[in-house]
């Protein structure tokens, strides 16, 4: 099965069960995929996994994946023993200041609050990628204040929500926020491909609505 065909099944089946009210778009998931496999990432950690949506379409897609991920809600806590199936694959911590020092990685997925975000400058690496899914504003400023050198890029979707999903298929499936903390030459070109996709979207978008 291709990645694609993965993260729309992981989609389908989150989309039917309790409390999928919060769940990642499935162009998120696509997103998430994407830069695994483009930047080959494997330490990744999640803020916010809730009922563990993208967990769960990350995991039965890459076997070399190191999850990490934090969550206090108790709802949610229950609902991932249920809803991930390599459930023993996730570290889990309540909040981003559990986490150990000296604990670096690769990938980090903002899809939750914490009012500790700034402890994730101490978890990155020279090759660390951010993704936040959805808008976020708020915590898109928080991280440029916290990596003076960012390169931003949003990632849009060009098709509206899936019948099968939680959400309305008049609106347009969200994406997320791709943020370079160090770029590099490659991270540079892809921001540059990135912000001209969504650019040529958006007058996608505008020409349909
Ligand atoms: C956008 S949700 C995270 C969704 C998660 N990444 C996923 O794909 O399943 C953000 C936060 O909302 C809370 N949350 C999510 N689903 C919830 C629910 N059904 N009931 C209560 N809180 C929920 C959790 O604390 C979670 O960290």
């Not at 609050?113 to 090759?127: F, G, I, N, Q, Y």
């Not at 347009?172 to 943020?179: A, T």
């Not at 903390?181 to 490659?186: E, I, R, T, V």
């Not at 892809?190 to 969504?198: D, F, P, R």
């Amino acid at each position: 099965m291709s990645l694609q065909h993965l993260t729309e099944k992981t989609y389908l089946k989150f989309s039917k069960i309790e409390g999928n009210q919060h769940i990642a778009s499935d162009y998120a998931l696509k997103c998430v995929s994407r830069l695994i496999q483009d930047f080959q990432l494997q330490q990744v950690l999640e803020v916010g996994i809730g009922i563990g949506c993208i967990a769960d379409s990350v995991l039965e897609s890459y076997e070399n994946i190191q999850y990490t991920a934090t969550e206090a809600n108790a709802f949610c806590l229950n609902a991932i023993k249920k809803n991930i199936t390599q459930i023993e694959r996730i570290k889990l911590y309540n909040d981003l200041k559990q986490i150990p020092q000296n604990t670096f990685f690769d990938f980090i997925i903002i899809d939750g609050s914490d009012d500790s975000l700034a402890e994730v400058k101490r978890m990155c690496t020279p090759k660390t990628i951010i993704f936040i899914e959805g808008g976020r504003a708020l915590q898109v400023v928080s991280l440029k204040k916290i990596f003076p050198k960012v390169l931003h890029a949003e990632m849009l979707s060009d098709y509206k929500n899936p019948a099968c999903g939680p959400f309305s298929t008049q609106a347009w499936c969200g994406g997320g926020q791709l943020i370079f903390p160090y770029p590099n030459f490659k991270m540079r070109m892809y921001y540059l491909k990135e912000k001209w996709a969504t650019y040529l979207k958006r007058k996608k978008r505008k020409a349909n609505s």
